[in-house]
């Protein structure tokens, strides 16, 4: 059936010259680059006549960094990128899979432009071992490339891709470590902020998409690691999905983790490890939540000269509770898959090392054969 061949091409064709400087001393650091991008692309589906796109983007790039004090640093950047549709994006051909879900590409798609900037400062103090580390990103797209959609009276839909003005992402971490000196402990706080506004044209009219996402994570890792080192810790993620067409199908989910991490070497030759962790995913157009804890074990054997060579026994997903499961909420339908994924498997590993680790300052190479 010619209408629903999938015999598509896609070639892209680009040059890009560029002229760059750098200056460096024993405090600063500053590069700049300049490049033009000029590129064609050509997509080409059977027994039709093709389209070719053709382009020119200038690319600018900036990065600084400045030690202003011994372990405190500040640094700044922005450069531009240029992002080609991919081929499911361009191939123009329906998939009619789901009859109350038609998709198709398009080939008249123009690359994306990105914008990408931000600010980082760190702070560490060598006597106390605190460091604070900040960062704060932002991501401006021209010619994002996003799904459009028409929806008719029977709310069947269909789907295609199509170049908007504008995108923006903003996002901004934070992350804390100190010593528990009396507990032999460190805690490692981390705080994340994320903003993005997206544009999705529904019927013709333009559905602005705004997302919050609030998220904290808590580590403590013990400080004598000779020979046995622990983590314990625990995430929280929440996210707010707004739409300015049909407010009622905002949304609100979170995700709730607990993870621990356990190693034990009581020899040069033996090592132990443990790991586990536990999600939790709710939304509130679903009733159920999904809870999956996953656990692995691996014990390893090290023998020959310097260690060289390994042998280890891993188990993965000792509870056998691993899930495929993809949940989601459109205009018109809510959608839960549950897809067949690898759940408990044990595997044997031997690894050998063609250099002692460190002692030519040269990377290493390892041969490693696996048997499952």
């Given at each position: 059936?010619d209408?629903?061949?999938?015999?598509?091409?896609?070639?892209v064709?680009?040059?890009?010259?560029a002229?760059?400087?750098?200056?460096?001393?024993?405090?600063?650091r500053?590069?700049?680059?300049?490049a033009?991008?000029n590129?064609t692309?050509n997509?080409?589906?059977v027994?039709?006549?093709?389209v070719?796109?053709?382009?020119?983007?200038?690319?600018?790039?900036?990065?600084w960094?400045?030690?202003?004090?011994q372990?405190k640093?500040i640094?700044?950047?922005?450069e531009?990128s240029?992002?080609?549709?991919n081929?499911s994006?361009?191939?123009p051909?329906?998939?009619?899979?789901n009859?109350l879900?038609?998709?198709?590409?398009?080939?008249?798609?123009?690359?994306e432009?990105?914008?990408?900037?931000?600010?980082?400062?760190?702070?560490?103090?060598?006597?106390?071992?605190?460091?604070?580390f900040?960062?704060?990103?932002?991501?401006?797209t021209?010619?994002?490339?996003?799904?459009?959609?028409?929806?008719?009276?029977?709310?069947a839909q269909?789907?295609t891709?199509?170049?908007?003005?504008d995108?923006?992402?903003a996002?901004?971490?934070?992350n804390?470590?100190?010593?528990?000196?009396?507990?032999?402990?460190?805690?490692?706080?981390?705080?994340?902020?994320?903003y993005?506004?997206?544009?999705?044209?529904?019927?013709?009219?333009?559905?602005?998409?705004?997302?919050?996402?609030?998220?904290a994570?808590?580590?403590l890792?013990?400080?004598n690691?000779?020979?046995?080192?622990?983590?314990?810790?625990a995430?929280?993620?929440?996210?707010?999905?707004?739409?300015?067409?049909?407010?009622?199908?905002?949304?609100?989910?979170?995700?709730?983790?607990?993870?621990?991490?356990?190693?034990?070497?009581?020899?040069d030759?033996?090592?132990?490890?443990?790991?586990?962790?536990?999600?939790?995913?709710?939304?509130?157009s679903?009733?159920?939540?999904v809870?999956?804890p996953?656990?692995?074990?691996?014990?390893?054997r090290?023998?020959?000269k310097?260690?060289?060579a390994?042998?280890?026994?891993?188990?993965?997903?000792?509870l056998?509770?691993n899930?495929?499961?993809?949940?989601?909420?459109?205009?018109?339908y809510l959608q839960e898959?549950?897809s067949n994924?690898?759940?408990r498997?044990?595997?044997?590993?031997?690894?050998?090392?063609?250099s002692?680790l460190?002692?030519?300052?040269g990377?290493?190479?390892?041969i490693?054969?696996?048997?499952?």
């Open positions: 059936n209408s629903l061949s999938v015999d598509f091409r896609r070639n064709f680009y040059t890009r010259p002229i760059s400087i750098e200056k460096n001393n024993d405090k600063t500053f590069s700049a680059a300049l033009l991008e590129g692309i997509s080409n589906l027994n039709t006549q093709g070719s796109t053709t382009y020119n983007i200038l690319l600018p790039r900036l990065r960094e400045y030690e202003y004090m372990g640093r640094g700044m950047r922005y531009s240029v992002n080609s549709p081929i994006e361009l191939q051909v329906v998939n009619n899979a009859p879900s038609l998709f198709s590409g398009n080939q008249f798609l123009r690359p432009q990105l914008h990408t900037g931000g600010i980082n400062w760190l702070w560490f103090d060598q006597f106390s071992f605190t460091s604070i900040a960062n704060l990103s932002g991501t401006y021209h010619d994002k490339i996003n799904m459009a959609r028409s929806v008719d009276q029977n709310l269909r789907i891709y199509v170049n908007v003005d995108d923006y992402r996002e901004l971490d934070v804390f470590s100190t010593p528990i000196r009396k507990l032999g402990l460190m805690i490692e706080l981390g705080f994340n902020e994320a993005n506004r997206s544009l999705t044209p529904v019927n013709g009219l333009t559905n602005i998409n705004t997302n919050y996402t609030h998220g994570e808590l580590t890792k013990n400080r690691t000779d020979k046995i080192s622990a983590s314990v810790g995430l929280v993620k929440y996210t707010e999905a707004q739409y300015s067409i049909q407010a009622d199908l905002n949304n609100k989910y979170y995700s709730i983790g607990l993870f621990t991490d356990l190693n034990y070497t009581p020899t030759h033996w090592n132990f490890s443990f790991t586990a962790d536990v999600s939790r995913y709710q939304s509130q679903f009733s159920n939540a809870s999956i996953l656990l692995q074990a691996e014990v390893s090290f023998f020959m310097a260690n060289r390994s042998v280890s026994l891993k188990a993965f997903d000792i056998n509770q899930s495929g499961i993809q949940r989601v909420s459109e205009l018109n898959t549950r994924i690898i759940g498997y044990v595997m044997i590993s031997l690894k050998y090392k063609l002692k460190g002692s030519s300052g990377p290493n190479v390892k490693d054969i696996k048997n499952r």
